[in-house]
């Protein structure tokens, strides 16, 4: 039996990262000189998740769906409207300037885009070794080379193209000189947003594999972005699914590939392709009508409910806590949640 975060139940380990009601609303506004504000973008709606040392969280959910907000907004790049972000058991949404460089030693990311992340105007050892010259503490000025040089060996890069600029690299490499740049200050938490969806699937492999192994030797927590499901469920140890800024699925990896409550965890699932032909076309496909609402004037209720398949009069009137419900091993946001045989696809 797991809790509302997925985690079994009399488990231990104490929390890396607590994400308490997060909010993140963007105003929308309008005039040239006088400008107004006419309305509000949901992005992240109270959003609430809990990662422990050492684990993997996968965030899923289609594009818009908040994931890239809620990335930013854990490594302060984002400031929330409301909502709590705790790491090691301190509130770092009330940090001010030199909290957030404090957070920032613990707390890294790996972007999603290799090609538009690393400044083409500077070498490798400049931006792997630029967290050095911000926090020169951390490693003496005489020091730095060597400390970039072992820090691209551990990413699996020669040492000796220290001075080679981005565009000599391809796009597997510049991503492993992301990941270089993001443990230069040894942090415990890296959030991983969508790091392997503009790289070919070969080189997506062979990332992912780096991404494990240097949890394994580091000790590293992550909270992994994609929307590729096959490649979460390798990675991941729980998965939370967001739809429209809210979390409405999370379980362990079993729970959520092997049986999906919620009607849009069930769709998602359903879509990913079946890579085995025998297969194909004796599964239970699932299509969803309609597009998926403004983030800026969601649905009243359940915000999946415009195209969900068992939607009723009471979707529309009351919001469907995230909880443990009709018989499930693991939380949903649903009130008519039931299983559905549709994981063949990522198995």
């Not at 796009?171 to 959030?191: D, F, N, S, V």
């Not at 590729?228 to 699925?249: F, P, Q, T």
């Not at 309609?290 to 979707?315: E, H, I, L, Q, Y």
Request: hydrophobic content about 35%.
């Amino acid at each position: 039996m797991t809790d509302h975060n997925g985690f079994a139940a009399g488990g231990h380990g104490a929390p890396a990262l607590e994400v308490t009601d997060l909010v993140k609303h963007f105003p929308i506004r309008q005039g040239i000189v006088f400008k107004s504000t006419v309305g509000q973008v949901k992005a992240v709606d109270g959003v609430s998740l809990t990662l422990r040392k050492g684990e993997t969280l996968g965030v899923v959910g289609e594009s818009g769906c908040g994931k890239s907000t809620l990335a930013k907004l854990l490594v302060g790049l984002e400031t929330p409207t409301s909502g709590g972000i705790s790491v090691r058991g301190e509130d770092v949404t009330r940090l001010g300037r030199s909290g957030m460089r404090r957070l920032r030693r613990n707390v890294q990311m790996v972007f999603q885009d290799p090609y538009t992340s690393l400044n083409p105007r500077m070498t490798v050892g400049d931006i792997v070794g630029e967290p050095f010259a911000i926090h020169p503490d951390v490693v003496p000025s005489g020091g730095r080379r060597k400390a970039v040089q072992d820090l691209l060996d551990v990413v699996g890069l020669n040492p000796d193209h220290i001075n080679r600029y981005p565009h000599q690299f391809s796009g597997g490499q510049r991503q492993r000189i992301g990941i270089a740049r993001a443990l230069a200050l040894k942090p415990e938490i890296l959030i991983c947003d969508e790091p392997v969806s503009a790289l070919d699937v070969s080189i997506q492999g062979q990332v992912i594999n780096l991404l494990e192994q240097l949890q394994d030797e580091l000790g590293l927590s992550y909270i992994f972005i994609a929307h590729d499901l096959s490649v979460v469920r390798h990675i991941a140890d729980r998965v939370a699914v967001m739809y429209l800024g809210k979390v409405v699925e999370i379980g362990t990896e079993t729970e959520i590939y092997d049986s999906p409550m919620h009607p849009y965890t069930q769709a998602l699932l359903s879509a990913v392709p079946v890579p085995d032909p025998t297969l194909r076309g004796h599964r239970d496909e699932i299509t969803l009508e309609g597009d998926v609402p403004s983030p800026a004037n969601p649905p009243s209720g359940c915000r999946f409910r415009t195209r969900c398949w068992k939607a009723t009069d009471r979707c529309a009137s009351e919001e469907p806590l995230l909880q443990i419900r009709h018989g499930a091993q693991h939380a949903n946001a649903c009130h008519f949640a039931a299983p559905r045989d549709v994981v063949h696809a990522v198995d």
